[in-house]
């Protein structure tokens, strides 16, 4: 009896005990729970509850590959995936977005998490629900540049894809319904809410902040806090943060409710993962978060629709912050990264792509398309 | 040992949720019960209306193409379509009581002849003294996600970057626009600019008596030449783009205000 033998036996030991309250509660060691099925209390009741669309595990994999499949566009180069990318919390890394044929997006693409909570989307406010936000990237000739039918042709025309909804969802042919809740699975289930700041307000392990820290988020409160509020760091409003003397290139939220008192306002973004987002702002102009910083300091330009809570007394815009105000605040924003998020492998594109995987399973002899 | 997963924070306990199904079939039972005992209702009988559509521009009928039409403002256009949602059928009664159809979206399109006889099935059979619709999609299912049948955006109705339906779809030439073209779809749900109007067509004393025996028909005109004049006159020279907000919500005042009329019913 050797040594590695008892070693392995009592891993295994260890491994049973490990999974046995899991059993008890019903989710036993083949019922993983589906990513993004349970909620951080922390956000409070999300827009968009489970029970609108109960996650699923193959539901899931479905909107995840379909996220990631660049078929879908009009020229099969663009899917959701090449400008939400999830190392930078599903945000990208370029200023303005390239769609089909390389024509530039007018906004930089901003990051995908916590949707469930959110009432709105994009800059302005204008896709009002989760599951039918996907109509407009997959339409915007300047991102996926398709249409719903040709979307759903070319679906219906992959054998693979047409098993794979009709084993979650029964009827063919593949509908916008089903593509919509698909790719709703996908989008709700990106939860972000285990940053070190998680593990600090939970007092857990590895969430103890250091002095910078613990002052930057002291700044954070008093100075960014009343925008940047909740545990999900937005209050969901939109406002002028005076980038612009005329908002000519991008009005913001006045193209979508028509009221001249909206001209250049955009939403207040989460700050979740702020240090992976750059560039920032709604047109990707800061590409650092110090310029970011700067900007709220010294560099505001003036306009009538300028959020009050940027003039000061004495007519000065901005929020004043030292030079060790702004690392404080630099020290707390990176706080904010959740890098299981930015790693988790169920979110990441599935391997090998969903093209190559299902072609090569209807290959076998004996599979049936 | 299982892994954490990302954003799993505090896991719900699911032991909970075990007791909702049991608990949730005592409630309904126990509510099927007391319903049951409260109002013993007899066998509703029901029977079919008909709402057929006919497209006119003023006295003429519609034909998609190049006809020309004028707009009663001077100017002249062309068709080449014409779409929009009708929803939430009511049926009202002399008593002041109203039947509303549920569930009830239709698309009219004049593009589908099929389209413009809508069938309303399951009518308490009785007698109606008038109708009403709302013009577009109440605001509810603006918000509520995908969608089937005739409110799937497949239907090209959806409009998606600033999202809601597109209530009422009126597009085609007009040589006083400046581009030679004139697009105008009518939506929004918010206000200030919410474009969503009730239409009660008047049955003029008439009645309609539905019954297992009778499938009447409420035979309406729905003119196009409506939407250009009315409160606000409409002229292509001013406006020939229309996607929701102000200009919208004086087209949708203008079709409220006569573009549906119940030209006969037909008792059947």
Redesign the interface.
Known sequence: MSWLRVGLLACFGVLVLNLLPAWRTGLGPTRQPVPGAQLPRQFGQPVYAPAQNPPERRAFELGRQLFYDARLSADGTVSCGSCHQQARAFASPERLSQGVGGRPGLRNAPALQNLRWRRTFFADGGPKHLETLPLAPLTNPREMGTTLPAVLAKLNADSAYARQFAAVYGQRPISSYQLLRALAQFTAALTSASSRYDYHVRRAAGGRFTAPERRGQALFRAKCGSCHATELFTDGSFRNNGLNRRFGQDSGRVVVTFLPTDRGRFAVPSLRNVARTAPYMHDGRFGTLAQVLAHYDHGMVASPTLDPIFRGPNGRLGIPLTAAEQRALLAFLATLTDEAFCRAPEFAAPRPSPGGKVRAAVRQPGIAP | ??T????????????GR?FGWPLLAVLVSWGLVAGCGKAPEPAATTGNLYLELEPTVGTAPLVLGPTLYPTGNGEQFTISTFKYYLSNVKLHRADGTHYAVPDSYFLVDAGQPASQHVALHGIPAGTYTGLSFVVGVDSAR???????GAL???KGM?W?????YIFVRLEGTAAASATGRYKYAIMGF?R??NTLRTIAPAFGGATVAVSPEHEPEVHMEVDVQKMFVGPTPMRFATVYDSE???TSVQIANNYAAGMFTVEHIHPN
Do not use: I, K
Not at chain 2, 4 to 15: E, F, V
Not at chain 2, 160 to 164: E, L, Q, T
């Open positions: 040992m299982a954490q997963l990302p954003g799993a924070g505090r896991p719900a306990p699911r032991r075990r603006n918000v509520a996600g995908a969608q089937t799937d955006p497949v959806f998606d970057w600033n999202s809601g918010q200030p600019y929701g907000g102000p």
